[in-house]
């Protein structure tokens, strides 16, 4: 139980181009999911926080106009990086909590990894 | 803003040596998390402290929650190659959505 899976896996894009990543939960349902982000040998860093129906909450320093977030439905958001620029290359990773678990516990996606040329 | 710290950043030790790393912080938590994460892939979760003073096993890992609420560590004994990975720890206050994630450990267990 508790599988989170996104997609795609890895996406290599143009400058300028816009980019959806979807996460999913399989076999539960998430009123909320996590945006987090992930350079080389570094921990997570938490982009937003995604209630289903409702507006993402953004961590201080990242532009909601470029991470755009939605959360429509109990089982699935998505990021979608605009106007991709090199630097914007990542490792993404979506999280999702279990609304019937007790103690705030997140499953992970296999994270995707973007690659902006 | 909570401090978190994790305990050393990084570790490199043979097979089948002990170890131990830590999560500390000031502020009280409600719960833990712990998870661990190899390269590529995203984190999983290994566990979760929720009282006081709490001891978990999983096999050959050991984790505590200090008494106080306000830390905890992670032992593994007889370590190998597979349990190499990023740890990281995820305390929880009540009430709040997000988890709080450090730095993370990097071990690697060499054959």
């Known amino acids: 139980g508790a599988v989170v899976s996104q997609h795609p896996s890895w996406v290599i894009c143009k400058s300028g181009t816009s980019v959806k990543i979807e996460c999913r939960s399989l076999?539960?349902?998430?009123?909320?999911m996590f945006w987090y982000r992930q350079f080389p040998k570094q921990s997570l860093m938490l982009m937003a926080t995604?209630?289903?129906?409702?507006?993402?909450?953004?961590e201080q320093g990242v532009e909601k106009d470029k991470f755009l977030i939605n959360h429509a439905s109990l089982t699935l958001s998505t990021l979608t990086v605009t106007s991709a620029h090199p630097e914007d290359s990542s490792f993404y990773i979506c999280?999702?909590?279990?609304?019937?678990?007790?103690?705030?516990?997140?499953?992970f996606g296999p994270g995707t990894r973007l690659t902006v040329t | 803003t909570q401090l978190l710290e994790q305990s050393p950043q990084f570790l490199s030790i043979q097979e089948g040596e002990n170890l131990t790393v830590y999560c500390n912080s000031s502020s009280v938590f409600s719960s833990l998390q712990w998870y661990r994460q190899e390269p590529g892939e995203g984190p999983v979760l290994l566990v979760t402290v929720v009282t006081g003073g709490e001891v978990k096993k999983l096999k050959r890992l050991t984790f505590q929650f200090g008494d106080a609420r306000k830390d905890s560590s992670l032992h593994i004994t007889a370590a190998q190659p597979g349990d190499t990975g990023l740890y990281l720890c995820a305390p929880s206050r009540q009430g709040a959505q997000k988890l709080v994630f450090g730095q993370g450990t990097r071990l690697t267990i060499n054959p």
């Open positions: 995604s209630n289903e129906g409702s507006k993402a909450t953004y």
């Open positions: 999280s999702a909590r279990d609304r019937l678990a007790g103690h705030y516990e997140q499953y």
């Open positions: 076999d539960f349902q998430a009123t909320t």
